[in-house]
């Protein structure tokens, strides 16, 4: 999704289910066909056995995987791409735009992930096969393990047999770890990849910070909050001074819920069993601690409350958000209160290294194992997600110039990419988030996460704010929470 928004995948589902989503579909699900001519991707890209020679390749043809690919980019045919937005579908029609030879209709079935309703058609797509069955898929943080490594995994495609040099076109292009990790499958290869990265910073107001420390400079706020100290003493310290000046430190627990949870250890389900990290335990008291103590305004993320603190518009000013860059662009960016400085709050913002290192959100990009396309398939997935070039996906992008001139600027998964790119923005008073966001995307963990995280996530925060509330005891909340993940999940509980 456009950067794993998830108030922008609402506003899609209502979109399509009006039928208003590109492409003709009627329903939530919206199929349709492009015929925009397109182009051959690089030498990368290319089909395993054209490295043989043409004998040796015609004998190895009959038996080899790849060889099943009866298609080439000059053949034609159709490509089926499934995703949960419009984001991924429209980067392969830039990849046809930017390369006039490839010769493929794209075939687009898009489905909200509202209300769960994409998961169950994907998994009933792949396992019926067949000519219509996605040759690319797309899988968002909270399933993609289901995709990767869980349940879904058999039908991912090495990335290797697309005919793409994997790991070395990783390295040259410095691609994120921990979407590596995310992306790799039980028996080490990599099934799927990002295209944009989303190691979380500390986002915050300027004038709050002047107000409050005397200072707004990235450097002093992060030694203020305790940045990089992998814990939260600063942070409290920070929040306790805040109140003095009238604010709050953040708009609600769930601001801090993604920290926690992405800089935890372990996941939720360690051998089949559920785990409950001492971090994620740790949370209960940092819920309970932010609302006793009035450091925040008590919103849930993704509410009118929530996005009103972002125009300081709230019960009290509140001094920041813990987030991605896709948070900046997407949430923060439209709910600001303006279009340029001098409104709202645009340009009171800046954004420094946080007390842990975490990740939040993200879109991984998948390919069939029985695609009968698999030259093609690779050649676009390597142009999205491995290509470091000023011809790229990723290079477009972060510098904005996806659409043109002038476009909004992202974080992407290559930090060779991030390195040639400039992301000053005037939203951020001027300041080149890449120097933040870089460092965010190597200290980000990709470990710690399973297939059935967006569901055990909703039960760990319902009784979160439960506790926080004063509703039940800590005891109790657990006792729920365990309840409901074994009255509802494959999942030994103990």
Not at 114 to 122: E, F, K, R, S, V
Not at 149 to 170: F, K, R, S
Not at 322 to 339: Q, V
Not at 404 to 425: R, Y
Request: charged residues 25%; glycine residues 10%.
């Amino acid at each position: 999704m456009r950067k794993m928004r998830r108030a922008l995948a609402v506003a899609l589902s209502a979109m399509m289910i009006a039928g208003v989503a590109t492409g003709c579909g009627s329903t939530s699900t919206d199929t349709s066909s492009s015929d925009d001519s397109a182009a051959t991707t690089e030498a990368a890209a290319s089909d395993d056995t054209a490295a043989a020679d043409d004998t040796a390749a015609d004998d190895t043809a009959a038996a080899d995987d790849t060889a099943a690919d009866d298609s080439s980019s000059s053949d034609g045919g159709v490509i089926n791409v499934w995703a949960f937005t419009d984001e991924v579908p429209n980067m392969i029609k830039k990849f046809k735009e930017t390369h006039p030879d490839f010769n493929y209709e794209i075939n687009e079935t898009i489905i909200a992930t509202t209300d769960g309703a994409y998961q169950p058609a994907l998994d009933q797509a792949l396992a019926a096969g067949g000519d219509d069955a996605p040759d690319i898929y797309a899988a968002e943080a909270a399933f993609v393990l289901k995709y990767t490594q869980g349940d879904m995994a058999q039908y991912a495609c090495p990335y290797d047999d697309l005919g793409i040099n994997t790991q070395a076109e990783i390295d040259e292009a410095k691609i994120a770890q921990y979407t590596v990790d995310i992306g790799t499958n039980p028996d080490g290869k990599v099934v799927g990849l990002g295209y944009q990265a989303t190691g979380g910073a500390f986002i915050y107001r300027r004038s709050i910070a002047k107000d409050a420390f005397g200072t707004d400079d990235p450097a002093e706020i992060a030694k203020i909050i305790g940045a990089g100290s992998q814990n939260w003493d600063k942070f409290w310290e920070a929040a306790a001074t805040l109140k003095d000046k009238g604010y709050g430190i953040v708009s609600g627990d769930g601001d801090v819920w993604h920290a926690v949870e992405n800089s935890s250890d372990t996941g939720w389900i360690v051998d089949g069993k559920l785990n409950i990290d001492p971090k994620r335990e740790a949370f209960l008291d940092i819920s309970k601690n932010l609302k006793d103590n009035g450091w925040h305004n008590d919103t849930q993320d993704w509410t009118d409350a929530w996005f009103a603190d972002m125009k300081g518009e709230g019960e009290k000013g509140i001094f920041g958000f813990f987030g991605p860059a896709w948070l900046i662009n997407y949430t923060l960016a439209p709910n600001c209160g303006g279009e340029k400085v001098g409104e709202g709050t645009y340009g009171d913002w800046a954004c420094c290294a946080p007390p842990v290192g975490f990740f939040w959100g993200g879109t991984w990009v998948l390919a069939n194992k029985d695609s009968q396309k698999k030259e093609a398939v690779g050649q676009i997935i390597d142009w999205i997600t491995l290509n470091c070039t000023q011809d790229g996906l990723q290079y477009m992008w972060a510098n904005g110039t996806f659409n043109g001139e002038g476009g909004t600027k992202d974080c992407v998964a290559s930090a060779t990419v991030m390195d040639m790119s400039d992301g000053t923005l005037d939203f951020l008073g001027g300041q080149n988030m890449f120097d933040v966001f870089g460092d965010a995307n190597a200290y980000a963990n990709g470990k710690n996460l399973t297939q059935y995280d967006e569901t055990i996530n909703s039960y760990w925060r319902d009784q979160a704010r439960q506790y926080s509330a004063g509703e039940k005891s800590k005891d109790d909340a657990i006792a729920a929470f365990k309840q409901n993940v074994a009255d509802n999940l494959a999942v030994t509980v103990e």
